[in-house]
């Protein structure tokens, strides 16, 4: 009987900590933009979060904002500074390893401080990322949407010119499938549901 008291004690505890940690995350937000999916594109600062929020942080500061889950992946892909002195961090987003295609957050700071965070952030919730396909037979799929009579890897003097360029006698136009979550276009490419794609650059002779 214990027990049983002390697991509800727990999930009340649990619940009533949500709104707290909501009711300070807006004391450190001035300004916040959704986008048709309900996930935030815009993030502004108040002058108190602005002290809280450090650019040696980013990361850290856009999990906490997006609520991200230990699926969830943030992996930094370069760093800017323009000419008002404001530096732009920009991750990608990815889910068990697996990249978010056009999922991108950014974060703008100054002074060592961050004023704002803005992107395109996707809400994956749980999903497999085992593919049901191989690499291989998904490449023979495309090349067959393609339906392009020649492709520059079976065209040897395009593959010896480009071992040529790049002084690598492993380059090739054949393309390397990549593991990537989109939206399915077939349905909407907006709003259509997250799945699991191989993703290739397919070049035609």
């Not at 230990?70 to 990815?94: C, I």
Request: charged share 20%.
């Amino acid at each position: 009987m214990f027990h049983k008291y002390h697991a509800v004690a727990c999930l009340a505890l649990a619940a009533a900590t949500l709104p707290n940690l909501a009711h300070a995350q807006d004391t450190l937000v001035q300004q916040k933009n959704l986008g048709q999916d309900g996930q935030p594109t815009l993030i502004e600062f108040s002058p108190a979060g602005k002290l809280t929020a450090r650019a040696a942080e980013s990361e850290q500061v856009i999990r906490r904002q997006l609520f991200l889950g230990a699926n969830d992946q943030l992996r930094p892909v370069r760093t800017e500074t323009d000419q008002l002195g404001f530096s732009h961090q920009k991750f990608n987003q990815y889910y068990k390893g697996v990249k978010v295609e056009h999922a991108t957050y950014t974060a703008h700071a100054r002074g060592g401080q961050i004023e704002s965070l803005s992107g395109d952030f996707e809400k994956v919730g749980e999903l497999s990322v085992t593919p049901a396909l191989s690499a291989d037979a998904a490449l023979g799929r495309a090349m067959a949407a393609v339906g392009a009579k020649k492709y520059m890897w079976q065209d040897a003097r395009e593959e010896a010119g480009l071992k040529a360029r790049t002084q690598d006698t492993d380059a090739s136009y054949k393309p390397e499938g990549e593991l990537v979550l989109v939206r399915d276009a077939r349905q909407n490419a907006e709003t259509g549901p997250l799945v699991l794609a191989w993703k290739f650059n397919i070049y035609a002779a």
